[in-house]
C-alpha cells in the first residue's frame, strides 16, 4: 500500500514547474487512470478536469481557452495536494468542498453527507404530490440542505422548512440557500425535538403537509462503509443501529403527530429495506403505502399518508 509520502512524491515527479494547462490535465487523467481499480474511480477523467479547474480557478471554457498557459506554483501546488488526497480516497466534493445536485451547486463539509443523484428521487416524488399551493414542507436531516432547496426550487409558493441536528450543519444548509437564492427556513432540531414544544402553540408552525427525509439507514456493522466516498463521510450520516431502521422507526413512530390530514411522509432508504418500512408505516397508520425506485430500478423511497 502506498504512503502519503510515496503518492506526493509519484504526483511531484510528474507535475513539473512550468507544465501548461493541458499537459497537467493529460497528466492528471494518467495519475488518476493509473489508481482507478484499487480506489474505484468511476469517472477519473472527468474528475481530473474537475479537480484542474479547482485548483487553478478555472472554468471549463478557460481549460481550453488557456491550454498553453503555464500554471503558477501556486496552482501546481494546489493541483498535487488535491490529486494527492484523491489518489488516497478522499471523495471529490470534500476537496473542492461542493457538488451539484438536481439543478444546484451545493457547498459541502466533513459534518454531512455527500448529495447523491440517487436521492433525486425524494425530490421528484415530492414535487408530483398534489399538496395545496402554499404547502409546508419539513425536511428532516436536511444536511446541505440539498432535498429542501431542490424542492423549494420547483415549487416556489411551498413553504419549506429545514432541520438538523448540529449547529454547523444548520449553516451549511442556510449558506446553500444563501448562495442559490432559495428561501428556506433552517432550524436546529434533532429530528422533531423543536417542534414537539410547537404542538401546544397554534401561532407556530408545527403540522406538516409533507415530511421528507434521507434518515441514516446503514447497518452499524455493515462491510459497506469500508467502500469508498463513505469511508470518510460521518458515521452519524450513514449508520442507525444494527439493522439500518433505528432512526426510521423512530421517525414513522412520531411523524403522526406532525402531519395534517391527508399529509404525507416520504423517507428514502437501502434498496432491501422497503418491505420492513412499508411494514412499519402501516402499523403507524399510514394508508396508500408505496414505494418508489430510483433511476437504477431499485428500491429508494417509500411513501405514506396519514389520514388524520
Request: net charge negative.
Amino acid at each position: 500500500m502506498q504512503t502519503s509520502v510515496d503518492i506526493s512524491t509519484r504526483i511531484n515527479e510528474r507535475l513539473q514547474p512550468g507544465v501548461s494547462v493541458d499537459d497537467a490535465l493529460k497528466l492528471s487523467k494518467q495519475i488518476l487512470r493509473e489508481n482507478q481499480t484499487e480506489l474505484e474511480f468511476n469517472e477519473p477523467d472527468f474528475e481530473a478536469k474537475v479537480l484542474l479547474e479547482h485548483a487553478c480557478e478555472l472554468s471549463s471554457v478557460q481549460l481550453i481557452t488557456h491550454a498553453n498557459t503555464r500554471l503558477t506554483n501556486a496552482q501546481l501546488s494546489r493541483l498535487s495536494t488535491c490529486l494527492q488526497s484523491r489518489v488516497e480516497g478522499q471523495p471529490i466534493a470534500y476537496i473542492t468542498g461542493k457538488q451539484a445536485f438536481w439543478t444546484l451547486e451545493l457547498a459541502v463539509s466533513k459534518d454531512t453527507l455527500i448529495p447523491r443523484s440517487d436521492t433525486e428521487t425524494l425530490v421528484e416524488t415530492a414535487i408530483g404530490l398534489p399538496l395545496c399551493e402554499n404547502a409546508q414542507v419539513l425536511d428532516m436531516g436536511t444536511g446541505t440542505g440539498a432535498i429542501a432547496l431542490a424542492i423549494k426550487s420547483e415549487r416556489a409558493n411551498w413553504q419549506v422548512t429545514a432541520c438538523d441536528f448540529k449547529p454547523s450543519i444548520v449553516a451549511l444548509a442556510q449558506d446553500n440557500a444563501k448562495r442559490n437564492g432559495i428561501d428556506i427556513q433552517c432550524i436546529l432540531s434533532d429530528w422533531f425535538s423543536a417542534f414537539e414544544p410547537r404542538l401546544n402553540r397554534p401561532e407556530e408552525q408545527a403540522r406538516f403537509d409533507l415530511i421528507v427525509t434521507n434518515p441514516p439507514y446503514v447497518e452499524s456493522d455493515s462491510s459497506y462503509l469500508e467502500r469508498g466516498d463513505l469511508r470518510f463521510e460521518p458515521d452519524s450520516a450513514l449508520t442507525s443501529g444494527l439493522d439500518g431502521l433505528s432512526d426510521i422507526r423512530h421517525i414513522i413512530s412520531q411523524a403522526s403527530k406532525f402531519l395534517k390530514t391527508n399529509a404525507y411522509l416520504l423517507i428514502e432508504h437501502g434498496f432491501e429495506q422497503s418491505k420492513a418500512i412499508q411494514e412499519l408505516m402501516n402499523q403507524a397508520g399510514f394508508v396508500e403505502v408505496e414505494t418508489k425506485q430510483d433511476l437504477n430500478k431499485l428500491d429508494r423511497a417509500t411513501m405514506g399518508k396519514f389520514p388524520g
